[in-house]
C-alpha cells in the first residue's frame, strides 16, 4: 500500500511540473504617450477575444518602447489579467519592430516577471506578435496574440512532493 501512495504522489508531483500551453489572441487600442524621432513610448488596452488553455484572461494592458524602423527594438511590460483583479500575470517582452506607412507590427519573447491571486506561483516564456495601425497621429487599433507555456514555481512542486512523502512515513508508523 505504501508503494501505491507513493506511485500516486510521484505522479501527481510530475503533472504538477507540466508547462500549461495557452493561447490568447486580443483586441484594443494603443496610445502614444511620447515620441523622439522614430522612437515612441505607448500603452495599450486590449480586450481578450479568444483563449486556448483554460487560464480564463479577460483582458492584456501594458506599456511598451519601440523604434518605429524596419528591424527596430521593441521592450515593454503586459497584465494578463484574470476575472478578479488580483489575478494577474505580468510578462516582460522584446522583439523586433517591422514598420509600415501607417502600421507597425511586432513580434518577439516573453518571460513571466510577477504573478498574483490564482496565478501566483506560475512561471513561464513564450513568444507574442502584434499589428498596430495608426487611426490617428497619438494611437490606434491594435492586435495582440500571446502564447507559451506557464508551469507552477518550483516551491509549489516542493510542497506536493512534500506532503506526499508525509503520508507515506505517515502510514508506516
Do not use: C, H
Amino acid at each position: 500500500m505504501t508503494k501505491r501512495i507513493a506511485i500516486i504522489v510521484g505522479m501527481a508531483v510530475a503533472s504538477a511540473a507540466q508547462a500549461d500551453f495557452f493561447l490568447v489572441g486580443t483586441e484594443g487600442s494603443f496610445e502614444v504617450t511620447d515620441t523622439n524621432g522614430d522612437v515612441i513610448d505607448a500603452t495599450l488596452e486590449t480586450t481578450v477575444q479568444t483563449q486556448f488553455g483554460g487560464f480564463n484572461f479577460q483582458d492584456v494592458s501594458g506599456s511598451f518602447t519601440a523604434n518605429l524602423i524596419d528591424g527596430g527594438d521593441i521592450t515593454g511590460s503586459l497584465d494578463l489579467n484574470g476575472v478578479a483583479d488580483i489575478d494577474v500575470i505580468s510578462i516582460d517582452f522584446t522583439g523586433t519592430v517591422d514598420d509600415g506607412d501607417d502600421f507597425f507590427s511586432y513580434a518577439g519573447s516573453w518571460t513571466v516577471s510577477g504573478a498574483s491571486g490564482i496565478y501566483d506561483g506560475l512561471t513561464g516564456a513564450g513568444t507574442l506578435s502584434a499589428s498596430s495601425f495608426f487611426q490617428q497621429a497619438d494611437g490606434g487599433f491594435t492586435t495582440l496574440d500571446v502564447q507559451g507555456d506557464l508551469v507552477p514555481a518550483p516551491a509549489t512542486i516542493a510542497i506536493l512532493a512534500g506532503a506526499g512523502l508525509g503520508m507515506t512515513r505517515r502510514r508506516r508508523a
